[in-house]
């Protein structure tokens, strides 16, 4: 997988010479919505299913002339959402034992397949369960913008929308198993998806039963994503060759420091900062964001870095966790290294996720995706703004860094 990532890097030499113009009135729609006479049910109409709401909801509306756009609960890197969610429910009062297409927009589930003696689980080996959620990609919806580097955007939106989901599921309580390893091809057919979407990971909540469950007995409808699609082969490749990847199941244990009150309003309060006061923070809020995430990355062969331009009580420089490597003022050097956006150097502290090159690729990206949000939901709970950045010199941050390792993502916090 190394050389998708060789192919999406951004040097100084690369960055200046692409010359691609970008029609905000050709994007491609950033939702899915099944036909009219598909049957729908509102999730505040039963009170089991109100958490879903927490996924995907809109939690602001901005406008622009006579456009708006809806910002959800969960961050996209331009705000295009590729992520779609499937739901496969059993056991909730007066509602059918099926697998549901969530609509974030209007705060519903459209049923896509009744279940009888088949489901989701048989593509799993899992006994039955109560709740699987199935995230895919629509590659287009990023890929309309940020062409072959698309590929890193769409799964680290699948790494934040993992963590959307799985503080929803912390909220209620709620058990949960993260799975990356299943049919996804199997079940991309069966969905009738033509690699207009990619399965890339689930959740699953609550055993249900513990009897066999058969394939799905029928092929689901082909409905496209998008308004309209552009295939792309190198993404389509990526996806084929990310397939062959090592994937396993995984537990977390983060945000149950915090009560639910605070927890639902750091859900609801989320947002993307677009600038920073250049304010400082406290040392000890920015550990208790952090704690944590360098053990469980160090999992998934990856090291996390950051640099230090407004932290009280800790030394201005570079870090790697919290080992100073370098001291001195480098906020002038991370807005350069954050593709000369200011927000990279205005930050109290940017954090530099990275994985060494024998690291499962497509699943270090995820995670980085999911840590970034768990660091965004501790930092709003703490009244301190966050914002992930996607586009950065490759080259120049590893050189800084002293690393060969692979620079994934940047999460700025401050204030």
């Known amino acids: 997988m ?71 609960v969960n961050p996209s890197a331009g705000g295009l959402y590729p992520c779609e969610i499937y739901i496969q429910i059993r056991g909730i009062k007066k509602l059918l034992n099926g697998i549901y297409h969530y609509e974030p927009i209007k705060e519903s589930l459209t049923l896509i397949h009744e279940l009888s003696n088949d489901g989701l689980e048989s593509y799993m080996d899992i006994n039955q369960q109560k709740f699987i959620f199935l995230l895919s ?14 590929i890193r955007y769409l799964l680290l939106d699948t790494g934040h929308q993992l ?51 058969k394939n799905l007995r029928s092929n689901i409808p082909f409905v496209c994503p998008c308004d309209y699609y552009i295939k792309d082969s190198f993404i389509e490749e990526f996806y084929k060759q990310s397939y062959h990847e090592e994937f396993n199941k995984y537990k977390m244990n983060f945000l149950k420091e915090l009560s639910k009150e605070n927890l639902q309003s750091a859900i609801d309060k989320r947002r ?7 304010g400082t923070i406290l040392k000890k809020d920015f550990q208790d964001i952090l ?16 640099i230090n331009h ?35 150097g205005s930050s109290a ?29 501790r930092a709003t709970s703490l009244n301190i703004n966050s914002t992930g950045i996607g586009a950065y010199f490759d080259d120049e941050i590893q050189d800084i860094l002293v690393t060969s390792n692979n620079i994934l993502y940047l999460m700025a916090v401050g204030k």
Not at 137 to 150: G, T
Not at 321 to 344: H, P
Not at 349 to 375: D, V
Request: aromatic share 18%.
């Open 2 to 72: 190394q050389e998708f990532h060789n192919h999406t890097d951004i040097t100084k030499k690369n960055a200046f010479l692409q010359t691609q113009f970008i029609n905000w009135q050709t994007q491609a729609k950033a939702y899915k919505n099944y036909p009219n006479f598909y049957r729908r049910f509102k999730l505040n109409d039963y009170e089991e299913l109100k958490f879903i709401k927490n996924f995907g909801k809109i939690s602001y509306t901005k406008k622009y002339g006579n456009d708006e756009v809806n910002l959800r």
């Open 291 to 306: 704690k944590g995430i360098f053990s469980f990355a160090k999992q998934f062969s990856l090291d996390i870095y950051f």
């Open 163 to 213: 963590g959307s989901i799985y503080a929803s599921l912390v909220l209620e309580d709620m058990e949960h198993l993260f799975n990356f390893k299943f049919k996804k091809k199997s079940l991309n057919k069966v969905f009738s998806f033509d690699n207009y979407e990619h399965f890339v990971a689930s959740i699953y909540s609550s055993e249900y039963k513990q009897i066999e469950t």
């Open 310 to 344: 407004n932290i009280n009580r800790l030394k201005k420089g570079i870090y790697k966790e919290f080992t100073l490597e370098k001291e001195g003022d480098f906020s002038e050097l991370t807005t350069k290294l954050a593709f000369n956006q200011k927000i990279g």
């Open 349 to 377: 502290a940017t954090i530099f996720f990275t994985s060494k090159l024998k690291a499962n690729y497509s699943l270090s990206l995820m995670i980085s995706g999911f840590l970034a949000h768990i660091i965004a939901i």
């Open 272 to 278: 993307s900062a677009r600038v920073f006061r250049e």
């Open 137 to 150: 990609n629509v590659y287009f919806r990023s890929s309309w913008k940020y062409e072959k580097r698309a």
